[in-house]
């Protein structure tokens, strides 16, 4: 028995010196950047890459944009303060996490208003 106590005790001080030279740390909890996984996406385009023979879809998606029709509206959602600050034509309202389903609500409702969806 004491020899199988000292081969567990071996390899949690192996365990032990692999977690410090790695600098792992030790913790229970969540994450903030664990609760946001199921729904990471992205669309950034690096500013230094240069898209060519797209100008005129540009062009008149910006103007549809300014000018819009009535009842139009564009919503942006985002994690960061930042883009949230530079996007608001209105102030920028704080949410926590929406379930699946009140996600889905909400988009109907502003997508369709009060027409059905097909």
Request: aromatic share 6%.
């Amino acid at each position: 028995m004491a020899h199988k106590l000292k081969n567990v005790r071996e390899k949690f001080d192996t365990i032990a010196m692999e977690k410090n030279k790695f600098k792992l740390t030790e913790g229970v909890g969540e994450n903030e950047a664990d609760r946001f996984d199921w729904r990471i996406t992205s669309s950034y385009v690096n500013k230094t890459e240069i898209i060519y023979g797209r100008d005129k879809e540009k062009e008149e998606l910006i103007n549809a944009m300014r000018v819009g029709a009535g009842g139009c509206s564009i919503i942006i959602t985002t994690r960061l303060k930042p883009v949230a600050d530079r996007m608001a034509t209105i102030p920028v309202h704080q949410m926590g996490r929406l379930s699946e389903d009140d996600s889905r609500l909400l988009f109907e409702r502003l997508a369709f208003g009060t027409r059905r969806r097909e």
